[in-house]
C-alpha cells in the first residue's frame, strides 16, 4: 500500500524533524488575513469540507503522541491512503491554493510512513522511522 501526504518545506519543522502538511499553513492565512478574499474564501470552503469528511483521530493524544522518555511529544505525521483519491484531490487544492500565497508544497509518497499509530479508510498516523525513502512528486 502507498501512502502520500503534501508537505510545506521550511514553514515550521516539527520536532521528529518533518515538515508540516498544508492544515496548519492554512489555518494561519485565514487568522493572519493573508491573500486576497477570494484566495481566503477558497481556503476556507477547502478547510471546511475537510472537517465535514475527514476524520479527525480520538483520542487525539493518544494518535498524534509518542511517548519518549517519560514524556509525550506530537511527532505523529498524517499520511493518506493512496486509494482516498478524493482526499487527496482535495489535498491538492488547498496545498495549490497555499501556493498562491507563496507557502511552498510538495506531494510526497511512501510504502513505509513508520510505526502506524491510527487507520481509519483514509488516512493513518505514524511516527516516522529514520532514514525512510520518500519519493518526491
Given at each position: ?8 518545506p ?20 485565514l ?16 478547510l ?13 493524544r ?45 506531494k ?30
Amino acid at each position: 500500500m502507498n501512502y502520500v501526504r503534501f508537505i510545506t518545506p521550511h514553514w515550521r519543522v516539527r520536532r521528529c524533524g518533518a515538515d508540516c502538511g498544508p492544515f496548519g499553513p492554512a489555518y494561519d492565512a485565514l487568522w493572519e488575513g493573508d491573500g486576497s478574499d477570494a484566495v481566503r474564501a477558497a481556503i476556507r470552503a477547502e478547510l471546511d469540507w475537510f472537517e465535514q469528511h475527514l476524520p479527525v483521530p480520538e483520542p487525539r493524544r493518544a494518535a498524534f503522541c509518542v511517548k519518549s522518555r517519560g514524556r509525550w511529544y506530537p511527532d505523529g505525521l498524517c499520511w493518506f491512503v493512496a486509494e482516498a483519491r478524493e482526499m487527496i484531490g482535495h489535498a491538492f487544492v488547498l496545498a495549490a491554493l497555499l501556493g498562491e500565497l507563496g507557502v511552498p508544497f510538495r506531494k510526497v509518497a511512501t510504502r513505509r510512513p513508520g510505526t502506524v499509530l491510527y487507520r481509519d479508510p483514509w488516512q493513518v498516523v505514524a511516527k516516522p522511522h529514520g532514514g525512510e525513502r520518500l519519493l518526491f512528486h
